[in-house]
T-cell receptor
């Protein structure tokens, strides 16, 4: 039982390159989220998926796209990376039928040069 | 939408003293208020939460209070220890009809000085 798994954990990109962050959960939760965390800015929501087949924009969606591939997987894509996207990215799932607790992955540290 | 303000942004206390972190929210429909602790380089993890029908909840050295009228809630840590040093996030969640709207505060960096 791994919970929420993110890959890769670390990535360095050059400006303009593309990449996809992968997130998979084995908790059977419907709702999944992508956050970015920057110093002094807290956790800012990029995109979320309330259930399989649906995705919605959060607070800071520009420059990102997402895919909810199935109930387990929710990926975040940077089509043309910019230095402003240097951040730590967290995927999370929501235990909607339980306490409402968010379960976070370990995070992915992305640096864009 | 919901707006969550969290204060202070940094807090230093001596080991053994108490620490209090306060959050205010704007949406009176928010009904669930969790607190997350994030140690350096780690993921945020839930430490305590409170629902809108409860005024106070305690778990050992940690307590949370909620004032729905004033729309604020607070985290209280007593007898602080060095391992309490971390960033703490409050959040306000509005849930209903299968949807969840979550908003986090910007975090408080707590340093416990031995």
């Amino acid at each position: 039982n791994a919970g929420v798994t993110q890959t890769p954990k670390f990535q360095v990109l050059k400006t303009g390159q593309s990449m996809t962050l992968q997130c998979a959960q084995d908790m059977n939760h419907n709702s999944m989220y992508w956050y970015r965390q920057d110093p002094g800015m807290g956790l800012r929501l990029i995109y979320y998926s309330a259930s399989e087949g649906t995705t919605d924009k959060g607070e800071v969606p520009n420059g990102y796209n997402v895919s909810r591939l199935n109930k387990r997987e929710f990926s975040l894509r940077l089509e043309s990376a910019a230095p402003s996207q240097t951040s730590v990215y967290f995927c999370a799932t929501l235990w909607a039928t339980g306490t409402g607790e968010l379960f976070f992955g370990e995070g992915s540290r992305l640096t864009v040069l | 939408g919901e707006n969550v303000e969290q204060h202070p942004s940094t807090l230093s206390v001596q080991e053994g003293d108490s620490a209090v972190i306060k959050c205010t929210y704007s949406d009176s429909a928010s009904n669930y208020f969790p607190w997350y602790k994030q140690e350096l380089g780690k993921r945020p993890q839930l430490i305590i939460d409170i629902r809108s029908n409860v005024g106070e909840k305690k778990d050992q050295r940690i307590a949370v209070t909620l004032n729905k009228t004033a729309k604020h809630f607070s985290l209280h840590i007593t007898e602080t220890q060095p391992e309490d040093s971390a960033v703490y996030f409050c959040a306000a969640i509005r849930s209903g009809a299968g949807s969840y709207q979550l908003t986090f505060g910007k975090g408080t960096k707590l340093s416990v000085i031995p």
